[in-house]
């Protein structure tokens, strides 16, 4: 398996439209200022890995902010997310603002704004 770089494997990503808009269409969202989590569940499917796809508008800015803001949501999304969410696919959408997040605060802000957004994802999942 390869790796990217820290010594990590490789992770899956949505690449294919039909996966990001059975992501938005069948899968669970939640929402923050700064960001929108849609999961996702495949069960069943013969893939067990995680994937994950950023959706990032050109209301936030040119080609390199947009760029920039999807390279740091997701090595912010891999760095919190864990092995029990296997076979399920995340989208994350920015929305305005997350730009200025970023800019100002660098990873550490995109870092928050992905825990806030998986917290209230992880709300529906608790057993009590």
């Known amino acids: 398996m390869s ?11 949505l690449s294919r439209s039909g996966d990001f808009k059975r992501a938005y269409r069948e899968g669970a969202s939640k929402a923050t200022r700064y960001l929108v989590l849609y999961r996702f569940d495949r069960s069943g499917d013969d893939q067990s890995e995680i994937r994950l796809g950023v959706s990032v508008s050109r209301k936030l800015g040119d080609a390199v902010t947009r760029n920039r803001v999807k390279r740091v949501l997701k090595e912010a999304f891999w ?17 305005p603002g997350v730009g200025e997040v970023i800019e100002k605060d660098g990873l550490a802000g995109a870092e928050a704004c992905v825990k806030e957004v998986l917290a209230l994802g992880d709300e529906g999942k608790r057993s009590t």
């Open 79 to 95: 760095g919190q997310v864990d092995a029990s969410t296997a076979e399920q696919d995340f989208v994350l959408v920015a929305r």
């Open 3 to 13: 790796t990217n770089g820290a010594g990590s494997p490789r992770r899956r990503r």
